[in-house]
Every structure is written in C-alpha cells, then in structure tokens.
C-alpha cells in the first residue's frame, strides 16, 4: 500500500499569494513615495567646502531638472533653478501671497513668447546655506508653482555640474 502526503489546504495558497503581493505593493509605493520626495527637493545636500565657503550640492531629478526647496522673504517657496532665465521669477499668486509691490511692468521672453511681468524687489532669497538680500526679481503670471531661480541669484555662486550633480558654491557675496 502507497502512502500519500496530505495534500496542504487550498485556503492557504491564495492567503500566501495575498501576502506576498501586499509586500510587492508596499515595497512599490515606498519606492514612489521616495521617488516622489526627491523629485519635489532636488535631493539636496549641504555642507561646507574645503576653502570654507558654503556648498549645495542638488541632484537631478527624472527630467535632469534641478528642483529645490528654499525660501524667499522667510516664506517657503519651490525653486526651479534656470540659468537661462535672468532673474528669480516668481508666479503673480505667489507674489501676493508673499505681499510684494508690482513694481513697473515690463515684457520679459518665455519659452512660449513674450509675456507681460512686473519688476519687484526680494528682500532675502535662500536656497539652504546659500542666501543674498535685496534680489532682483519679476512676477510672472501664469509661471507654475515653482519659482525660477535665476541669474539674478545664481551668478553670485560658483556653479559646478558633476554627473547629474549640480554644486552651487559661495562666490562673491552680494550679501
């Protein structure tokens, strides 16, 4: 006579089945929630270099784009860093939202075309460790929710790209 192993209960395959794709989902959404968090603050690092000066070192996000939280006039803000945009430019919503003065109006060049801005004054720009007061800047309507840091910051700082690493360095201070 043939002994046969029992059979294991069907009730437990699909219950292990079930497990083991819960842990697959939570596995996937913590990999897009960190996804999520880098994309939005850039990955950024700070530190200070080996002459002293202080340094922020920003990672590319999944477009190559250099994505940051800072600050303007103490307010948290969003930046997109632009080299190619001449001064921080910030969102009309933005700008009353941090209770600044339109100043005159101007026609500034976009990726669409031309456009009408407002010329206004930031009395502090940060962006971690890197800060500069009385910052030239426009107010934009219809820019997005981040603002572009522009030239009108950026050129104050030695800007170094590493791979898909940007390191901004303390320059010269404007203050």
């Known amino acids: ?6 059979e294991k209960p069907l009730s437990t395959r699909p219950g292990k089945t079930f497990a083991w794709l ?13 996804h999520a968090i880098t994309e939005r603050s850039g990955g950024m690092e700070q530190g200070i270099g080996v002459d002293g000066r202080a340094m922020v070192t920003l990672q590319a996000n999944r477009s190559g784009h250099y994505v940051a939280e800072g600050e303007i006039n ?6 997109l860093l632009d080299t190619g945009a001449t001064d921080v430019a910030i969102s009309d919503k933005t700008a009353r939202a941090l209770g600044l003065e339109f100043g005159p109006r101007i026609t500034v060049m976009t990726a669409a075309g031309p456009a009408v801005a407002w010329r206004t004054r ?3 720009v940060s962006l971690g460790s890197l800060a500069l007061s009385d910052v030239r800047a426009t107010i934009t309507p219809g820019l997005g929710r981040e603002a572009l840091l522009g030239m009108s910051f950026l050129k104050y700082f030695n800007l170094r790209q590493e791979g898909d690493r940007l ?3 303390g320059g010269s201070q404007k203050g």
């Not at 819960?22 to 960190?34: D, E, K, N, Q, S």
């Open 1 to 6: 006579m043939e002994v046969q192993e029992p």
């Open 74 to 79: 103490g307010q948290p803000v969003v930046f």
């Open 22 to 34: 819960a842990v697959i989902g939570l596995m996937l959404g913590l990999t897009a929630f960190y």
């Open 167 to 169: 390191v901004l360095q």
């Open 122 to 124: 930031l009395d502090r």
